[in-house]
């Protein structure tokens, strides 16, 4: 226990996260190896998203303590973002915003150069092979808001490798896309995951459709962790009834798992 | 060119150069953080704050300019700690600011010429003092527009990206809407409270419609600026009509003119967020 506590790139101490009118994270505790792939699940409002931005220092904690890489998240808050690569869920900028997928992309390195530094042949480099490594390098050209949203997704992702980042955080990666997309985008995901060395951590609604890399799970609800441990062991009927206040029924099959609502079903 | 031979024209020209890049680069950078309305609302306090100055007999750009950084200051920090859009915190202050003009006007006795005048501006009689005022406000944006390209450009992008990278996102957002305070200020007798916002979005927007890229937008926005103000001055002097008023129209021409040819009008302002 001693050991695995020593290897944690990310622990939170009873964080408690609160909103006018409603607590999204409650006194959660936890601790995420280095290299481990986490993924998050729970109903809507469980406080999947706040626990994740409570990683980066996106979300206003009220009390408890995040560190990262050893280090509290303030004051060293700067130093901290600049090793996460961050995937929201929404961006809300207009389509026709003035930016090529190319500018974009080079955004993640902007977390490595301050304002002083000119943007070098290296840093274009890095740039051109994050988003080759995402599929996207004959897009770098068009507008942002020219590609559709399966693409846009991995614009995302490209630039939080272009971060290079330690950490990676992914918010819904999948939601709104096409099977086919999903598809493409949680095989990438496993790409980067494995060749880039990465502590991911990702937020799904779809827990049948989990990276396969995905080895720890935890499952909130009510802003409260019910179940921390290995995602094998927590996709049962009897804990996913539990957290979804509702019948579960779980199909294992050859690729995986089918998760159905109802246990007759 | 024998017109450039009067100390005033060359006074208005360098003026209207000016203007045209300084107003234009707010407005790109405001036009693009979709809170265009920050130009109507600064015009108006700094219209507030010179009327104020006539009043108690302080130089009107004084005052303008202190009104319009205190309303500057009072965004962005009300925009991030209230639960509501930009929009509203610059809606609150435009009522606020417009009240508080008509209120002063109430106080001001006699003809109120002068103070009608800061309606209008007068970029004919515009002094070589204030064609430095112009200059230094005009410099001061570029330079931040060139040192922090980068990291404006994210905060534009999506400010939530640019925080988790680490930018000080909060300070380039306050930074933008003080700038647009300061713009606003120091032209304020030149192109008018009433005009000086047209100068402030319509060259950005027009620029928007054609530019893909950042840098192409902040270009096309300086030139459509400097373009207006330099046809304004020309229809002016030729045919003897208010500048200003010439100005507004020029730009506006050019931003309709950038609408019908706009690649971009198909693309619906929905189709591509997420969620």
Not at chain 1, 158 to 167: C, D, F, N, T, V
Request: proline share 4%; net charge positive.
């Amino acid at each position: 226990m001693n050991s695995m506590h020593e290897e944690s790139i990310i622990e939170l101490k009873d964080v408690t996260v609160t909103y006018p009118h409603h607590t999204a994270l409650e006194s959660v505790s936890l601790a995420i190896e280095r290299k481990a792939f986490m993924g998050i699940a729970g109903p809507n409002g469980a406080g999947k998203t706040t626990l994740l931005c409570a990683i980066n220092g996106l979300s206003s904690i009220l009390s408890g303590t995040v560190r990262v890489f050893e280090k509290s998240l303030f004051p060293h808050i700067a130093s901290i973002r600049r090793d996460i690569g961050y995937v929201p869920q929404i961006i809300a900028c207009d389509p026709r915003i003035p930016l090529r997928v190319r500018e974009v992309v080079s955004m993640g390195r902007y977390a490595r150069i301050n304002f002083l530094k000119r943007f070098s042949s290296e840093d274009r480099k890095i740039t051109e092979y994050a988003a080759d490594m995402v599929g996207i390098g004959h897009l770098m050209d068009r507008p942002i808001g020219h590609l559709s949203g399966g693409e846009q997704r991995k614009v995302a992702i490209a630039r939080a490798l272009a971060q290079e980042p330690k950490i990676l955080l992914l918010d819904e990666p999948v939601s709104h896309l096409d099977l086919n997309a999903q598809a493409s985008i949680l095989a990438l995901i496993d790409k980067v995951h494995a060749q880039k060395n990465l502590t991911t951590v990702m937020v799904s609604h779809q827990l049948d459709q989990l990276p396969e890399s995905c080895n720890r799970l935890i499952l909130l609800k009510e802003g409260k962790i019910i179940f921390n441990g290995t995602t094998q062991s927590g996709l049962t009927e009897d804990i996913l009834s539990q957290l979804y206040g509702c019948p579960i029924k779980v199909i294992k099959n050859g690729y995986g798992y089918t998760i159905r609502v109802g246990a007759n079903s | 060119m024998e017109i450039l031979q009067y100390q005033f024209m060359q006074n208005a020209v360098l003026a209207g150069v000016l203007a045209g890049i300084s107003c234009s680069l707010i407005g790109v950078l405001v036009v693009t953080l979709e809170i265009p309305f920050l130009g109507v609302a600064m015009s108006h306090a700094g219209f507030a704050g010179a009327i104020l100055g006539i009043i108690i007999g302080i130089n009107p750009l004084v005052c303008a300019f202190i009104f319009c950084c205190l309303a500057s200051l009072f965004i962005g920090p009300i925009t991030d700690k209230a639960d509501f859009k930009p929009e509203v915190a610059v809606g609150i202050l435009f009522s606020i600011m417009l009240g508080l003009a008509f209120l002063f006007l109430a106080f001001l006795p006699g003809a109120k010429t002068e103070a009608l005048s800061l309606m209008w501006g007068s970029i004919l009689a515009v002094s070589r003092f204030d064609v430095w005022v112009i200059a230094v406000s005009a410099l001061v944006v570029i330079s931040f527009l060139i040192i922090f390209f980068r990291q404006i450009k994210t905060v534009l992008f999506s400010r939530q990206v640019a925080a988790s990278l680490g930018i000080s996102e909060r300070s380039i957002y306050y930074v933008i809407i003080f700038l647009s305070g300061v713009v606003i200020a120091s032209n304020l007798t030149t192109i008018g409270g009433l005009l000086i916002f047209s100068l402030v979005i319509n060259p950005a927007a027009a620029a928007f419609q054609i530019a893909y890229n950042f840098r192409n937008m902040c270009i096309l926005a300086s030139i459509f600026g400097v373009g207006s103000c330099l046809l304004g001055l020309w229809f002016s002097y030729i045919f003897n009509v208010p500048a200003g008023a010439v100005i507004i129209v020029s730009s506006s021409i050019i931003f309709s003119v950038c609408l019908a040819l706009s690649p971009k009008k198909k693309l619906r302002h929905t189709c591509c967020r997420h969620e």
